[in-house]
Antibody, heavy 116, light 109 residues
């Protein structure tokens, strides 16, 4: 069965970076785009970007350009999302999601807390 | 960037019909997906390509899209349908950008 398992919660100081992982299993990792979506406490869903695991090509939301980097390691079927220069308003749950038709599978979410 | 507007909340009695709108400029020309999110859980896809249902989603969930409004309809609403609902489109004019709607809280009275 398809599973996306994300890394655990993180606490970071303002100005630091965070790298969240998303390990895929149960399907061909390189066959589907992987997206990253975040949700601040009590807020809606926000698209951050996507990566083509086959080519490594990426598309980022304009809001995150220059601060976000999405990568993958096909040898271990894992996608990564790194966000730099963290601010308090980056506190959110970060999800990875597989794109088939829409997002048919999601990770469990990773809470990133940015606090001094 | 492309903006999708949803009503913040919709209230509905059990057994009745809930309609959740998603407004966007000429959204009828785009494909719309809908997600249901319950507290503390990841979202779940309930409608894709405007009106198709993934396997396992009840027939009570349906969708339509025309002009400047897409609509998610939940018929014979049950208590378990209480959740946040989000629409989503791919905006090809914004460098392959995906956009979510503002979200609608459905409350079952």
């Amino acid at each position: 069965q398809v599973q996306l398992v994300q890394s655990g919660a993180e606490v970071k100081k303002p100005g630091a970076s965070v790298k969240v992982s998303c390990k895929a299993s149960g399907y061909t990792f390189t066959g589907y785009y992987m997206h990253w979506v975040r949700q601040a406490p009590g807020q809606g869903l926000e698209w951050m970007g996507r990566i083509n695991p086959n080519s490594g090509g990426t598309n980022y939301a304009q809001k995150f350009q220059g601060r976000v980097t999405m990568t993958r390691d096909t040898s271990i079927s894992t996608a990564y999302m790194e966000l730099s220069r963290l601010r308090s308003d980056d506190t959110a749950v970060y999800y990875c999601a597989r794109e088939a038709i829409g997002y048919d599978y999601w990770g469990q979410g990773t809470l990133v807390t940015v606090s001094s | 960037s492309y903006v999708l507007t949803q009503p913040p909340s919709v209230s509905v009695a059990p057994g009745k019909t809930a309609r959740i709108t998603c407004g966007g400029n000429n959204i009828g020309s785009k494909s719309v997906h809908w997600y249901q999110q319950k507290p503390g859980q990841a979202p779940v896809l309930v409608i894709y390509y405007d009106s198709d249902r993934p396997s396992g989603i009840p027939e009570r969930f349906s969708g339509s899209n025309s002009g400047n409004t897409a609509t998610l309809t939940i018929s014979r609403v049950e208590a378990g349908d209480e959740a946040d609902y989000y629409c989503q489109v791919w905006d090809s004019s914004s460098d392959h950008c995906y956009v979510f709607g503002t979200g609608t809280k459905v409350t079952v009275l």
